[in-house]
Structure formats: C-alpha cells, structure tokens
C-alpha cells in the first residue's frame, strides 16, 4: 500500500490548509475567495477550485461518473468552511490539528453559560438535521458565528473526517460526539461541584 492511499479525508484537508497558510499573502486570499464562492456549488460547478482541490487528492479519492465522491463532498465542505472561518478573520479560529475536539467542542466555546438559548438552537438544528446539505448549512453559519469570536480552535482536518463517515452512515455516531463534546460541563467545573 502506497502512501497515499494511507491518507485520510482529514489528513488531505490538513495538507492542503497547512500548504495554504504557507502561501504568499495575495495567493493565500486568492485561494480563500475561490473556495467561498464554491459554496453552494457542486464540484463539477466550482471549476476555480479544481487547481486548489484536485492535486490533493489520492485517485481513488476522485469521483469516475461525475458524481462527487464522499471523501469529495467532505473536503471540499471543510475547505469552505476553512475560508469561511479566514475571511477578514485577525484571530478568530484557529486552526489546529493537535487539537482533539470534534467540532462540538469548539462550538461549546462560544456558548454563553448565562444565555445559551440561541446558539443551542443553532446547535440542535444543526444535530438534527436530516441530510448532509442541511447539516452544512447549519454547520456554516455557526462557523460564522465562531468567527467573531476570539481565540476558538477548530481541527479542520478532524472535521474533515467526521463529514466523510457522517455520509457513509455514521450520521448518528457523528452527532451524538459532537452533542457530547458541546454540552459537557468543562473537566474544571466538575470539580468544583464535588465540593458541595
């Protein structure tokens, strides 16, 4: 087995981030704005990504009839959300793949303890969505949300992978982790309340 057909969804996506963070500035903002607006395009329409996207790519990761594969569709969806996340962005989200959170749990840091109504409804709608274009849907605008807020850690490559099994039928497992990581109570605070 060759080295890349050892590679992951999420390891590509890590690459292919990694590579544009080493960009030049201009490339890097060039590259950024052709993956926003491939949102809400399919693969076969964002052609401006294709130079970005395709080199990355193992070939049994690409589609052979024209229909986006899995591995495709969840790549393609992180880097949009990736550049989503970059746009404008000073320190924002932070990109990091040592860190071992899902997606949940960088959601749970812009939770406000006192009032988290609307962002838990943002949440749950994102959770219980029934397909995977509602379920980026949602997914995106937290990301936005995320995005004006300082300091939140995402691991895009992680991401990555979660989208590729939530498509291959692992949906329930996928949501149930990310409920998990976004409603638990930080380690610190359960320490505190064995105080009582």
């Known amino acids: 087995m060759d080295e890349k057909s050892k590679m992951t969804p999420g390891k590509i996506t890590g690459q292919i981030i990694v590579r544009m963070e080493n960009l030049s500035e201009s490339q890097r903002r060039a590259e950024l704005a052709c993956l ?3 949102i809400g395009k399919t693969l076969a329409e964002a052609d401006d990504v294709w130079p970005i996207f395709f080199k990355y790519l193992p070939h049994e990761y690409l589609s052979e009839n024209g229909v986006e594969t899995a591995e495709e569709k ?3 969806t ?3 959300f990736y550049a989503v996340c970059m746009q404008g962005a000073k320190h924002g989200v932070i990109s990091d793949t040592g ?3 899902s997606i949940g749990k960088s959601l749970a840091s812009i939770r406000d303890p006192e009032d988290s109504s609307a962002i838990d409804r943002r949440f749950n709608a994102m959770i219980t969505a029934s397909t995977f274009m509602e ?3 949602h997914l995106r605008q937290l990301i936005k949300i995320a995005r004006s807020k300082d300091g939140v850690t995402v691991n895009f490559a992680r991401l ?3 989208l590729f099994f939530y498509q291959l039928g692992d949906g329930k497992k996928t ?6 990581d976004y409603y638990s109570r930080p380690y610190k ?3 505190a309340d064995t105080d009582l």
Do not use: N, P
């Not at 949501?175 to 998990?180: D, L, S, V």
């Open 135 to 137: 379920l980026t849907y």
């Open 175 to 180: 949501r149930m982790q990310w409920a998990k």
């Open 189 to 191: 605070d359960e320490a």
């Open 160 to 162: 990555a992978d979660d």
């Open 99 to 101: 860190f071992r959170g």
């Open 36 to 38: 926003r607006s491939s």
């Open 78 to 80: 992180v880097l949009e």
């Open 74 to 76: 969840a790549i393609l």
